[in-house]
Nanobody, 122 residues
Framework: QVRLVESGGGLVQPGGSLRLSCTTS????????MGWYRQAPGKDRELVATVTSDGRTNYADSVKDRFTASRNNAENTVYMQMNNLKPEDKAVYYC????????????????WGQGTQVTVYS
């Protein structure tokens, strides 16, 4: 089973930047979609950005032109550069893998990391 570990969260002032990383472990040969979701206190988890295996990206309207998601297929990692952070970006950010091949077969469905906290304060 794939295991996801996020890093890069922290405290930052409005207008600041952070770069999140998500590494995978396990005998993973390829991943379909990798992405980032976030959950603020008292709110549902929401999509932030996704990246397909061929590099196509999709962003939530609230982060377009500020966040950039990318992935390294050779290392099965996904990143998100977050610029011009705003207080409303404060949340726990979760890495997501949707579908992957290992050395036995294709695994459908979602897999999640443990999350990394992003706090934007003034």
């Amino acid at each position: 089973q794939v295991r996801l570990v996020e890093s890069g969260g922290g405290l930052v002032q409005p207008g600041g930047s952070l770069r999140l990383s998500c590494t995978t472990s396990g005998r993973i040969f390829s991943i379909n979609i990798m992405g980032w979701y976030r959950q603020a206190p008292g709110k549902d988890r929401e999509l932030v950005a996704t990246v397909t295996s061929d590099g196509r990206t999709n962003y939530a309207d609230s982060v377009k032109d500020r966040f950039t998601a990318s992935r390294n297929n050779a290392e099965n990692t996904v990143y998100m550069q977050m610029n011009n952070l705003k207080p409303e970006d404060k949340a726990v950010y979760y890495c997501n893998v949707e579908g992957y091949y290992d050395d036995t077969h294709y695994h459908n469905g979602d897999n999640w990391g443990q999350g990394t906290q992003v706090t934007v304060y003034s």
